[in-house]
């Protein structure tokens, strides 16, 4: 097993905002002891009291990471965002203090292109609709306008992880898939890739969107594009919420162009549950309207868990930042046993792979392997060497002008 320059039992994991108990769980089977696993979101003193010596920080989508925090926090060595949005973490103040932030963002596929699917059949049988008057009393006991989706023509407007998984899923529902995708994508199953989003969108009985928000998807779906939609045919949008316009979708649902649509995301949303939710959608009877919930399960949390806690124990113990999203990322594998390893995290700047160099060289110790990879203005060399964390030369490597933070494993 390899050890840490700063063992596991010393180093201080701070899990919030009621973080699943399996993230714990994998850093305790892992040798970790000082582990915080903390409910809710503190106010930020409190926030600072708790995780100001804390060498991994965990949170959710509420803890704010900002500047002010990150300051008070001079042991930190990574954080893990237990959730998909990174927006809450100041990424780039992590960045130059030479700490890589890990995300899961594909942990709650599944959920969405479930959630979407249940929608789908609701939508085509009327069932929103009814629903809401049957709670008002009302009794719609009719055929008119209900149809099976088998046989039906989805599109999927996005083919990455939730939309291929949905596509797998609405086929083995006897559903046609076509796709639209700016990337090429190769068809899973009978599914079958358009070549414009205007030719899906005349061929579709149901439009689910499963992009990402960019300037490009930015009201990709509008007065225009709805207008290309067959009559009587749904929506469905659980990706982003400038993804559609919202007052396009209404005046399409009020002329009944749309039988109906579903949606999970908004321009605008509350920032809390006491919040109110405001829209124009709220006026039909015949739009599931879901309060962002499209990822939100118990499996997603679990898959969520083990994944981010995989990443920061990963880093932790070998110095692995794949899939990190601020760093430079480098896959690593297992440190052999006679070596020690020096993580070198620095300003990329012109001569300082050379300084490293010569200051190892110096000491006349082998490098046996070295991994560098940089982004944009940081760089990361990893090497394999043959001494260990009391010599001299990790002293020499921290002087190094440029140098952010040096850690040895060994
Ligand atoms: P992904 O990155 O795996 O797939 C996105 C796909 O969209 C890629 O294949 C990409 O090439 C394609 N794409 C990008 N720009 C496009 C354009 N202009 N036209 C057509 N295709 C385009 O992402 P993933 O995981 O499938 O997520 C999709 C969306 O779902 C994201 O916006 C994500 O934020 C959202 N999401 C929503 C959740 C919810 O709770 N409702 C939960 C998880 C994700």
């Given amino acids: 097993m390899t050890k840490l320059s700063l063992s596991k039992e010393k180093i201080k994991v701070v899990l919030l905002e009621g973080i699943h108990t399996n993230a714990y769980k994998q850093f305790a089977e892992d040798g970790y002891s000082n582990i915080q696993l903390v409910d809710g979101t503190p106010d930020d003193d409190t926030l600072i009291d708790m995780v100001q010596d804390a060498h991994i920080i965990g949170i959710r989508s509420r803890t704010q990471l900002k500047d002010d925090i990150l300051a008070s926090c001079e042991k930190l060595m990574a954080v893990g965002v237990f959730c998909i949005g990174t927006n809450q973490v100041d990424l780039d ?10 995300n899961a963002p594909f942990s709650n596929t ?6 979407v699917l249940a929608e789908m059949i609701m939508l085509m049988r009327g069932i929103p609709e009814k629903n809401a008057k049957a709670h008002r009393g009302e009794w719609q006991k009719s055929a008119a306008h209900s149809h ?3 046989g039906k023509v989805l599109g999927i407007v996005g ?13 083995a529902l006897g559903m ?38 960019t300037e490009q998807t930015r009201y990709m779906i509008g007065q225009e594009q709805l207008s290309l939609m067959k009559s009587g045919s749904y929506l469905v949008n659980a990706s982003r919420g400038n993804v559609v316009d919202i007052d396009a979708l209404v005046a399409h649902l009020r002329e009944g162009h749309l039988l109906g649509a579903a949606v999970d995301v908004y321009p605008s949303e509350p920032a809390t549950n006491q919040d109110e939710f405001t829209s124009a959608l709220r006026q039909f009877d015949n739009v599931i309207l879901t309060p962002h919930i499209g990822g939100s399960t118990q499996e997603a949390q679990l898959n969520i868990a083990n994944e981010v806690s995989d990443k920061l124990i990963k880093y932790s113990n070998n110095g692995s930042t794949s899939t990190a999203v601020n760093f430079p990322e480098v896959s690593l594998p297992e440190l052999h046993q006679d070596l020690s390893r020096i993580m070198h995290i620095h300003i990329n700047q012109p001569g300082m792979l050379e300084k490293i160099n010569h200051t190892i060289s110096s000491h006349n110790i082998n490098i046996a392997a070295m991994y560098l990879q940089t982004s944009g203005e940081v760089g990361y060399v990893i090497m394999d060497v043959n001494c260990d964390s009391s010599h001299p030369i990790i002293a020499q490597l921290k002087d190094i002008t440029g140098t ?3 850690r040895v494993i060994h």
């Fill in 93 to 102: 103040t992590c960045k130059s203090r030479g700490i890589p932030v890990f």
């Fill in 404 to 406: 952010i933070r040096v």
């Fill in 159 to 171: 083919f990455g992880h939730i939309g291929s998984q949905l596509s797998i899923l609405a086929e």
């Fill in 148 to 150: 099976e989706v088998r």
């Fill in 110 to 115: 599944r959920s969405v292109a479930e959630l």
């Fill in 176 to 213: 046609r898939v076509l796709y639209y995708d700016i990337e090429n994508k190769l068809p899973l199953g009978n599914s079958e890739s358009v070549h414009s989003l205007e030719e899906l969108l005349a061929r579709v009985d149901v439009l689910s969107l499963h992009v990402p928000a």
